[in-house]
């Protein structure tokens, strides 16, 4: 089956119970037991929810994974990952990163021994020098990256990585899997924001680890129950529903988006338009090779600062002032004052997060209206 028929249909039959085609919402918390440790496969919704089992299901099968974990956030499926990796462990993250997944690596994990270091794997002879410098546990890969729209040959980083002994984990947050599919080409976990575009609407908070090896799932879906930050039913019935629509909508978001890069490039008020889908873009042909489509996100440097930026910011009308991305809905943001603000200035500034980078989450209205949106907030710059 292709995408868009494995988005409605995998691992999502009908009810055996009652013949419905959506998943029930199942919103108790416990289950009858038939005797002691004897069980119908549910026993407490923290540890397992008929809701749950068939959207982790669901992510599975469309990311070609062997398990999949439902997680009431991004951040907590991230940290829940984090949880299997002991003090002293070593962390090859790539440098160019969400500013809550900086702020949980520096704040947070380094003060349980955790070493992290930072790696442009837009190179991938900058993480072979990397991994040659100690012992690796885990490589942690953004690709697009959030918010510059970097990419990594993951490929390439794949088997670097396991040739050094090393887990590699992927954030697939902004590709989703209707356009990428990074376990097909090595990566060991798949994580997600499932707020952004697999949920899709802007109406629930949500998170998800994939894992390419059935081995790993007895491991992941303890550590899940331990943790204990899952969803509710009803965020993984919203989740469900949103994943049905998720190939038509990202052709969606993407057409958009690159209506409005194209709209931005050359612009005497524009420095450069970040968006693997303009030849422009470093990494064009590998975002060719190793994507179905460029996504939905821009990411564009404004002349004159963080002044101009506002200014450019505050002259649009479709685009909605706001964090987050993957809605239906148009949202646009200042990264260094907004979802970069925890990182340092010198540090983001180091790694491209100007004062004058905007970044843009294309939404599915009409192209045109898009561009000429932008059009329009440039007019104020």
């Known amino acids: 089956m292709r995408f868009d028929t494995r988005a409605i249909h995998a691992a999502q039959p009908p009810d055996p119970l009652t013949g419905a085609v959506n998943a029930p919402i199942y919103l108790s918390s416990t289950f009858q037991q038939t005797a002691p440790d004897r069980n119908r496969g549910f026993v407490y919704s923290r540890t397992a929810n008929p809701t749950r089992s068939v959207l982790e299901r669901a992510l599975a099968a469309l990311e070609g994974g062997r398990a999949g974990l439902a997680f009431s956030s991004g951040l907590g499926a991230l940290a829940t990952l984090l949880e299997a990796f002991p003090s002293g462990s070593r962390i090859v ?191 064009h042909r590998l975002a060719r090779r190793q994507m179905d489509g460029y996504g939905g996100i821009v990411s564009v440097e404004i002349k004159g600062g963080r002044r101009a930026a506002l200014r450019f910011l505050k002259g649009l009308k479709l685009f909605t002032l706001a964090e987050s991305l993957g809605g239906v809905e148009s949202l646009a943001e200042h990264p260094a004052s907004m979802t970069h603000a925890s990182v340092p200035r010198a540090e983001r500034e180091a790694h491209g997060v100007t004062d004058g980078l905007v970044r843009l989450s294309c939404g599915v209205e009409d192209p045109e209206d898009l561009a000429a949106d932008v059009a329009r907030g440039l007019g104020r710059v």
């Open 93 to 283: 993250s790539v440098d160019d990163l969400y500013g809550g997944t900086w702020r949980l690596f520096e704040h947070h994990r380094r003060q349980f021994g955790i070493r992290i270091d930072y790696v442009d794997m837009s190179r991938p002879e900058a993480l072979a020098a990397a991994l040659e410098e100690g012992p690796t546990s885990l490589v942690y890969v953004e690709t697009p990256t959030n918010p510059l729209l970097r990419l990594v040959d993951l490929a390439a980083v794949a088997g670097l990585a396991h040739a050094h002994g090393a887990v590699l984990a992927v954030d697939n947050t902004f590709a989703s899997p209707a356009l990428q599919r990074p376990i097909e080409r090595g990566a060991d976990v798949v994580l997600h924001s499932t707020t952004k575009y697999i949920g899709g609407h802007s109406d629930l908070i949500g998170g998800a680890l994939v894992l390419r090896r059935a081995r790993d799932a007895a491991r992941y879906a303890w550590l899940q129950n331990a943790v204990g930050a899952v969803p509710g039913p009803f965020d993984c019935f919203l989740t469900l529903r949103g994943l049905h629509t998720l190939g038509v909508r990202m052709r969606a978001h993407s057409a958009g988006a690159l209506s409005v890069a194209r709209e931005l490039e050359g612009r005497a008020s524009v420095d450069r338009v970040h968006y693997p889908g303009l030849r422009s873009h470093p990494q």
